[in-house]
T-cell receptor, first 112, second 116 residues
Framework: EDQVTQSPEALRLQEGESSSLNCSYT??????LFWYRQDPGKGPEFLFT???AGEEKEKERLKATLTKKESFLHITAPKPEDSATYLC?????????????FGKGTKLSVIP | GAVVSQHPSWVICKSGTSVKIECRSL??????MFWYRQFPKQSLMLMAT?????????EQGVEKDKFLINHASLTLSTLTVTSAHPEDSSFYIC????????????FGQGTRLTVV
């Protein structure tokens, strides 16, 4: 059974204080690892897809990296508007297999 | 990015009535759509996978007669909660896979269902 574990569950940062969110996964044949941002009462917003170990992707203050066992979402000099829950999800390789298995998320609060 | 529109964003209904939620992919064709349910402070729980023109595949423990899914076209899937009860109150979210080389799933805005 695929498993995704995110840590920490919650993280409070001062504005400008850089940090990283962790996503550990267990899946039999990784097709892709996904990061999403979810604001309260909204659906998840797609951020990144990573497909192979060593891959990195960046978007503004966010950078996602991937190893064979985990992924990190690095946030550099965060701003209050970066406050949200960040979700990690994986899909398994296999024909027609696009189902996402989600972690419980990390709730990020950035304090001005 | 691809846009998925979900409607309504919130609905309140009386116990015993049915509610229909629509999920549309606005700028791409989605051969596969998914329906999720999310409880407070919990992650998304997959309810069913919907493929255009065929019957939905339900996850274990999800009542297919209560949660009716129809995927009649490449841009529209609907979820009908039949004979709703207060325990069906939740946040329902759809997602759609954009075809081609990508495998990214794009999500709707979610529907907050409250059954009174």
């Amino acid at each position: 059974e695929d498993q995704v574990t995110q840590s920490p569950e919650a993280l409070r940062l001062q504005e400008g204080e850089s940090s990283s969110l962790n996503c550990s996964y267990t899946v039999s044949g990784l097709r892709g690892l996904f990061w999403y941002r979810q604001d309260p009462g909204k659906g998840p917003e797609f951020l990144f897809t990573l497909y192979s170990a060593g891959e990195e992707k960046e978007k503004e203050r966010l950078k996602a990296t991937l190893t064979k066992k985990e992924s990190f979402l690095h946030i550099t000099a965060p701003k209050p508007e970066d406050s949200a829950t960040y979700l990690c999800a994986v899909t398994r390789s296999g024909a027609g297999s696009y189902q996402l298995t989600f972690g419980k998320g990390t709730k990020l609060s950035v304090i001005p | 990015g691809a846009v998925v529109s979900q409607h309504p964003s919130w609905v309140i209904c009386k116990s015993g009535t049915s509610v229909k939620i629509e999920c549309r992919s606005l700028d791409f064709q989605a051969t596969t759509m998914f329906w999720y349910r999310q409880f407070p402070k919990q992650s998304l729980m997959l309810m069913a996978t919907s493929n255009e023109g065929s019957k939905a595949t339900y996850e274990q423990g999800v009542e297919k007669d209560k949660f009716l899914i129809n995927h009649a076209s490449l841009t529209l899937s609907t979820l009908t909660v039949t004979s709703a009860h207060p325990e069906d109150s939740s946040f329902y979210i759809c997602s759609a896979i954009r075809g081609g080389s990508g495998t990214e799933a794009f999500f709707g805005q979610g529907t907050r269902l409250t059954v009174v």
